[in-house]
Structure formats: structure tokens, C-alpha cells
């Protein structure tokens, strides 16, 4: 778990340095973001996976507003299409049949 941001935190709980050289995604970094990193690398997989969400989302977030509406689009055109019947269901065995031909394999 993180310490809450402004929390003086020794730097033994931070990092343990190993002789050589930083990991290549250390290099470019200042300071506070390898700090940040380093902290982050100890946190369980499923912790770095919502952090991450989390920081990707924290970038650009009309461009989620974006990819979520283009969806809900797709989605309602998918189902208007179905069921006006022009479009027909396959089940999935067929499905990947045609996407991946006899061999079945991506």
C-alpha cells in the first residue's frame, strides 16, 4: 500500500538498489517518478493493473467519453441490424471457423 503523497517515507521502504545499471524505464524518468515507480513495481498485479487504468485514464479523459460513445454506436447499430433481420448469428465454433479456417488457429 501506498503512504499517503506528502508523507516523508525513508528511502530503505523505497528501493532496493542493486549494483549496475537502472532498468531501461528508470532512465528517463526524473526523480519523484522512479520513486513513484519503484513503489508501484512492489504492489501485487492486480493493484499495478488499476493503478495503471487508473493513470491511463487520468490522460486524456474525452478521449474515453470518445471510445465509449463510438461503441454504444456500433453496439446499437449491431442490434438494430439483428433485429430488423438483416444480419444473421453464427454460433462461435462457426465463427472462429470462418475467422481462422480449418486450422483453427489465430
Excluded: C
Excluded at 488499476?50 to 454504444?72: C, M
Amino acid at each position: 500500500q501506498l503512504p499517503p503523497r506528502g508523507r516523508a517515507v525513508p528511502a530503505a521502504e523505497l528501493v532496493v538498489r542493486r549494483p549496475g545499471p537502472s532498468p531501461w524505464y528508470l532512465e528517463s524518468m526524473d526523480t519523484e517518478a522512479n520513486e513513484l515507480l519503484t513503489r508501484a513495481l512492489h504492489l501485487t498485479e492486480d493493484q499495478r493493473a488499476e493503478l495503471a487504468t487508473r493513470l491511463l485514464d487520468s490522460l486524456d479523459p474525452d478521449a474515453e467519453a470518445e471510445v465509449e460513445s463510438a461503441w454504444a454506436s456500433e453496439i446499437k447499430r449491431r442490434l438494430d441490424a439483428f433485429e430488423a433481420g438483416v444480419t444473421q448469428v453464427v454460433t462461435w465454433p462457426e465463427a472462429r471457423k470462418r475467422i481462422f479456417g480449418a486450422s483453427d488457429e489465430p
